[in-house]
């Protein structure tokens, strides 16, 4: 008996370790727990009880912090939301659950940088990080008073729906989160569209994409379980599907984003296979898996930049992706932005003073596709 009690001691010791280190067993996040952004706050955040999804900070490069849920499980820790895409944190920022039940972000000074709106009464009771990927603050009741779900940023993940005058904002770069470009949006007289914004403003533009059949009476765009996506009407009936391609969601990570180049496109993520893993286009069954089809054609109009910037065209490329490009003697007027537009980088000329290299011109023809 005196000799296996120092091996049973050991034994204990291996299975305790690895949940010591890493695993924080999951709880509600209670009145007054807050988190403070510094660079190890990625590892302090408060996840759902599979680990999928936390609920925390994320450095963007040197410029701050973004107050976000991200998938949890992948390197890449990809953000799925974001409360402050355009305002963000500094270190030392923190997020609390005030002892009053409201979800509030103040700087390292105690300036307010975001909140959610009042939740009345007596406030939250409780907020959870659920498996969804959805963050909840609930009441006492547990009924959900504010839910991460209903505030989409650029993504919608299964289960998630966008309801009547919901909206996804493209970011502006693919690691700039702040608003960008494009947008999708259903709007409140039943259209679902994608749009470029007003930028610097998010105000709709130029219509680049509808759906035919949901003109009108679209009420909710559902994204379900099985990784569908469509458009219903106010009575449940399906009016249009955007994506028909059937997803395992017990071998993949699914995600559908407006992306910085104005394409709406479904993504998977192997679960558990390893090596190499990244983010693909979901497998294309029975629909396609982006809209739309050609950006480069469907963002053409007179007076306008179309998909790229003022003086540069748009191609698709083998993978189906945009790109813009300069025409000769243009170049891009910022390099890491390719849809600012193109400078020229040649002297103009005119009559009135005639150049001596006239023998230097040559007409060339591009056509725009
Ligand atoms: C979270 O709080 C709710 C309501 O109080 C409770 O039903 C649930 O069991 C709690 N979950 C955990 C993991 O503590
Ligand atoms: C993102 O791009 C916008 C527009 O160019 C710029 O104002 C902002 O500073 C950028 N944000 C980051 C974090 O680089
Ligand atoms: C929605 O679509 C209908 C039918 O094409 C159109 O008349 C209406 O102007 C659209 N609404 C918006 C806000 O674009
Ligand atoms: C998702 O929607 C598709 C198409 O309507 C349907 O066939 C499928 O059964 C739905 N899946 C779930 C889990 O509701
Ligand atoms: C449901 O609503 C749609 C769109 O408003 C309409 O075309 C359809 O006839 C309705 N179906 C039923 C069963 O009421």
Known sequence: MNLQLPYCFCFFLLLQLPFSTNGQAYNNVSLGSSLTATAASGDLAWTSPSEEFAFGFQQVGDAGYLLAIWFNKIPERTIVWSANRNNLAQRGSKVQLTADGQLVLNDQSGTQIWTTPY???????YGAMLDTGNFVLAGQAGANLWQSFDHPTDTLLPTQNLNSGGELIAPYLEKNYSDGRFKLILERDGN?????TAYPLTASNFNYWTPGSSLGSGYQVIFNQSGYMYVVASN?????????NPVPLQDLYLRATIDYDGVFRQYVYPKT????KSWAMAPSTTSTNFVPSNICLAIRYSAGSGACGFNSYCTLGDDQRPSCRCPPGYTFSDQDDERKGCKKTFISQDCDHPSQ???SFEIKGYAKH
């Open 119 to 125: 939740l009345g009464g007596s406030g939250a009771a």
């Open 357 to 359: 290299e006239i023998d």
């Open 273 to 276: 296979a390893s090596g190499g």
């Open 192 to 196: 679902l569209s994608m749009y470029t």
């Open 236 to 244: 449940g009936t399906i009016l249009n599907r955007v994506f028909s």
